[in-house]
């Protein structure tokens, strides 16, 4: 019996009993259709799972007792921070979804030049609130622990200054194969990805500016949410916990 995992932003303890969000309860008895005394694991990102028990099936108040915690998710090996060039709705959430299945630490989601997307003020709060559900979601569904951070968005230019300098820039003219670069110096690497059809020359030249490095994954071009997830399968290949 699969035994299904849920998301809170609610503390929790071992022997509490809370009574989970409406939308949380909704999906457990509506869409999951879990019935009082069903196992199921809560997590709220501190890093552990809670294992419990359903003990009100109420469609908009559902009360969980939390009787174990799990041990803790390690620590990556590599924290990896993805700078995404916002795409097209599906494209950005396939895009946000996988790096999550793939351990990405961070995502800064970046209004580029090129950008096709244009959000602000209201329909921005709700894009971001969006993407934030598309984390949570993909961490329930991997077993992710911790959940990562998803950064405000920004333009591009005046997020570069502040970046970690030896981050990598994709781009398919970049004279250096990724698996030919050293490790990172330390546990942290910054991945910078342009939208639909990438970043404009001069945006091109201040990432490099800023000490990015242009690589290139193979001889051919990747859509704008392939790249990311070819990246940090190979990054996780070659540095990161697929080594483990």
Known sequence: MRIHRIYTPQGLAVGTRLRLEPTASKHLTQVLRLKAGDPLVLFNGDG????????????ASAQVQIDAVGEPEPVPALAIT??????????????LQKAVELGVAR?????????????RDERLQKRVQHWQGVIVAACEQSGRRRLPRLAGPEALLDWLPRAQPGGLLLDHRGAVPLPSLSPPADDRLTVLVGPEGGLAPAEREAALGQGFRAVRLGPRIMRTETAPLAALAAIQTLWGDFRA
Do not use: K, N, Q
Request: with cysteine; glycine share 8%.
């Open 48 to 59: 552990r799972d809670y294992a419990g028990v359903l003990c009100s099936a109420e469609r």
């Open 82 to 95: 993805l700078a995404l060039g916002i795409s097209r709705g599906e494209r950005m959430d396939y895009a």
């Open 107 to 119: 995502v800064r989601p970046l209004f580029t030049e090129r950008s096709v997307v244009r959000l």
